[in-house]
């Protein structure tokens, strides 16, 4: 082996399997259900849509790498993750330039005048969502009535079981829990399968790549919230339940209505922008569960989930400090 | 701690069960360090052109934290020149051309002071088994292990750093850990020496308990490894035997397992595990401390594991002092395209960049790779994903840490914590940006010694 030079470097020596880009693939793998539940459900519009905004994200990004003269980072298809996701959370209704729109704000706005990936505050997919919410009002509203695929009919405009709550607590038994949890309701094209982005969630959470603690503190925070929410507001007390699960069946809608699964497995544990520490994003997912419940109830919004998490995003950095006690670390009296 | 140990750490692939270690024959020359260990240096007591023998004392110093070195083949001093240790800093090294004859020195050979048998060892006065133990220039069996004499013995001055903590700041050992696992699989020098139970190792074990005041003895053995011999053994002279993963990555490290084994913490960043009454000793040290008292003689053979990419994997039982190179040429060979030779294991050792580097007594086997095997680092920004968190087994938070470093705020870092870093690499084995976390965190502490130094 003499002449052979060999190679120094500091260790470890052997490294894991899990790459960038490795972690977003399975990321977007544990999206396709969802997808698939939102295709069938929405069709050819919704395919559309998502198409759109993947588009619009990657060519949003390639443009932004040619402009600052940067290697582009469509390689790791963190880019093609951040679209598919703000794709999956429009509504299958919205004209053609929506997605399109949005696909440019997350990149644009959401990601790149912060400094790219690592270092924007809040998760762009909802930050980019927020500006179309707040501007255009209407077009993320046009939400479609599901229609089965294959049965040829054509899909009708519907407003969403939140939207409908929200004008008229009666809503509450026109729908279905069953229905609700398979995503046969109208919504947005990959929030309504709530099996199948429960299915894709535990996914992520056995293979390590997000932390449970987020998924879990949003389930407990908005089941928990969600039963002070039930027994507390007056226009449910109208409606005469009387046995403790009539009240729990209103939370079960909550948990499988609107954003709240896509953001408790997908949105709120985006690594960026959510705690690293273990007690951090435990507290990070239970504030999530907490605000999607107070903002249906009692705020002007339709929509919690996306602006929990939003909020919490700013509270990132504040709950990082609390930190576990380092093993060895020597306190000293002094 | 079990729970601890299955959520914090790395599963490592499980190591293939050790054979027991086959002799090498003795090289054409031997190159002896003059340090063989953390501490000082030795002096040479022999010129180029002098004849040695086996056992033959070539270095010694008056040093306290200095072993004697040993000729460990008979021949002729060739020349005294540098040559790089594992962490590659050049070390005085004697260098012997092997006459093939292997006589013993005669001085060692006086039969009298030998303690071959139990009860002579609990005979024999602590103060005279750490002389023995000094004049064989015993090391502990580990990189960076420290000479066995200065380990066993208690702290020259009391340790400042546990001023004001609540911890004794002198305590006397109670418990010596002999450890059959090795930190850094697949190199498994410890876990080779389980089928030599005996009644060297008994005495070692003795030797060591006596010398250090422990009143008890845990046995570390590697879980899913069956050692009937070694438990027979503990079970007969009442030692405790516990069993540590092999698979979960680091807790066969010292502190770590002192932690898990005793429940006790040892404080970091500058404690040592005797700090909490506990010594830990590898199983090829005690065998060597049995082998020195029964024989008289001098330790000149170490143990040493060949993993990764070679023909023959195995471990062997060579001279100190043979080039690695050698030693890797009797394994079958390396791969055809070269990669790294780590010394130590795949996730903390050092790589080495010459192969000539004799094996010595704290280097416990090498780990081969070929160059497509070689892994690079990435210069991709942190993506505050919190894998690190979730593995670093001594809870820091090795993402922030990084990027800290990264842009030189080391001071920054060392407020949060970066001094109790215990580099095991686990950070950086599951980053997904395939960020140099270990690099980052080694050059911060660098840095801020040497910034607490001026």
Redesign the interface.
């Known amino acids: 082996?003499?002449g052979?030079?060999?190679?120094?470097?500091?260790?470890?020596?052997?490294?894991?399997r899990?790459?960038?880009r490795?972690?977003y693939l399975e990321m977007m793998i544990a999206l396709v259900p969802a997808l698939i539940t939102g295709l069938y459900f929405f069709g050819a519009p919704g395919l559309i849509t998502v198409l759109l905004a993947v588009a619009s994200a990657a060519a949003t990004e390639y443009l932004i790498s040619l402009i600052l003269k940067k290697p582009s980072t469509l390689g790791n298809l963190h880019v093609l993750l951040m679209g598919l996701l703000i794709g999956l959370i429009l509504p299958p209704g919205a004209p053609w330039w929506l997605p399109l729109v949005g696909g440019f704000l997350t990149v644009a706005l959401g990601m790149t005048v912060f400094?790219?990936?690592?270092?924007y505050p809040m998760n762009p997919v909802l930050v980019a969502w927020a500006a179309m919410a707040l501007s255009w009002p209407e077009a993320m509203n046009a939400y479609l009535e599901p229609v089965a695929l294959g049965s040829g009919d054509d899909w009708m405009e519907a407003e969403t079981f939140l939207i409908q709550l929200k004008g008229d607590i009666g809503a509450l038994e026109m729908f279905e829990l069953g229905n609700l949890w398979l995503g046969k309701t109208a919504g947005a094209i990959g929030a309504t399968g709530t099996w199948a982005l429960l299915a894709g969630g535990l996914y992520l959470v056995i293979r390590?790549l997000i932390?449970w603690q987020v998924p879990l503190g949003a389930l407990i925070g908005a089941i928990g919230m969600g039963l002070v929410a039930v027994y507390t507001d007056e226009r449910v007390a109208e409606m005469g339940f009387e046995e403790f699960g009539a009240y729990m069946n209103i939370v079960w809608l909550h948990l499988g209505a609107g954003g709240f699964m896509i953001a408790a497995f997908f949105l709120a544990p985006e690594?960026?922008?959510?705690?690293?520490?273990?007690w951090g994003?435990f507290l990070f997912g239970l504030g999530v569960g907490l605000m999607t419940i107070i903002v249906r109830f009692w705020g002007s919004p339709v929509e919690g989930a996306f602006y929990g998490v939003l909020l919490m995003n700013a509270a990132t950095p504040l709950l990082?400090r609390i930190?576990?006690?380092?093993?060895?670390?020597?306190?000293?009296?002094? | 701690m079990k729970l601890l140990n299955c959520l914090k750490g790395i599963r490592l692939p499980r190591p293939p069960a050790a054979a027991p270690p086959s002799p090498l024959p003795a090289p054409e020359k031997v190159y002896l360090p003059l340090r063989q260990h953390q501490g000082a240096e030795a002096a040479p007591q022999v010129e180029p052109g002098d004849q040695v023998k086996l056992g033959q004392v070539v270095g010694a110093s008056d040093e306290f934290e200095a072993a004697a070195v040993q000729a460990t083949v008979s021949g002729t001093v060739e020349a005294i020149v540098p040559m790089p240790d594992p962490a590659g800093d050049k070390v005085p090294t004697v260098v012997i051309a092997n006459d093939g004859a292997d006589a013993w020195h005669e001085d060692l050979a006086s039969p009298e002071g030998l303690l071959a048998g139990l009860e002579q060892v609990t005979a024999t006065r602590p103060s005279r088994l750490l002389r023995r133990v000094r004049e064989a220039g015993l090391v502990r069996a580990q990189v960076n292990g420290r000479p066995l004499h200065v380990d066993l013995s208690p702290p020259m001055a009391p340790q400042t750093y546990l001023y004001m903590t609540g911890i004794p700041v002198v305590r006397p050992i109670d418990t010596l850990i002999i450890k059959a696992v090795d930190p850094d699989p697949p190199v498994c020098p410890n876990q080779s020496l389980m089928g030599e139970a005996g009644d060297e190792l008994a005495v070692g074990v003795a030797a060591l308990a006596r010398i250090s005041g422990a009143q008890r003895v845990i046995l570390a053995l590697p879980s899913g490894v069956a050692a009937p011999e070694l438990s027979a053994l503990a079970a007969q002279h009442e030692w405790e035997t516990a069993s540590v993963s092999q698979t979960s990555y680091p807790f066969a490290n010292d502190h770590l397992m002192v932690l898990s084994l005793t429940g006790r913490e040892v404080p970091t960043p500058y404690g040592e595990p005797r700090d909490v009454g506990v010594t830990v000793q590898p199983l090829s040290t005690a065998l060597d401390v049995g082998q020195v008292l029964a024989t008289g003689r001098p330790v000149i053979e170490r143990v040493f594991s060949v993993a990764g990419v070679v023909k023959n994997p195995g471990v062997f039982r060579v001279r100190l002092g043979t080039p690695i190179g050698e030693v890797l040429e009797a394994a079958g060979g390396g791969p055809s395209q070269a990669g790294k030779v780590v010394v130590g294991g795949p996730m903390m050792g050092l790589a080495l960049y010459d192969l000539n580097t004799p094996v010595t007594r704290e280097t416990g086997g090498v780990f081969v790779q070929s160059a497509p095997q070689v892994r690079h680092f990435e210069d991709h920004p942190c993506i505050h994903c919190g894998r690190c968190v979730a593995v670093c087994p001594v809870n820091l938070i090795p993402s922030e840490l990084g990027k800290l470093c990264e842009f030189r705020l080391y001071e920054d870092a060392a407020e949060q914590n970066l001094m109790n870093c215990i580099e095991c690499g686990c950070c950086a084995y599951v980053c997904p940006a395939r960020r140099p976390m270990v690099h980052f965190l080694r050059h911060g502490k660098t840095e801020v010694l040497a910034g607490r130094m001026e």
């Open positions: 082996m003499t052979n030079l060999l190679t120094v470097s500091t260790s470890p020596h052997i490294l894991g899990t790459s960038l490795s972690m400094g790219g990936n690592g270092n390590r932390p690594p960026v922008s959510s705690p690293v520490t273990p994003g990082d930190r576990p006690r380092v093993i060895g670390k020597v306190v000293s009296g002094a």
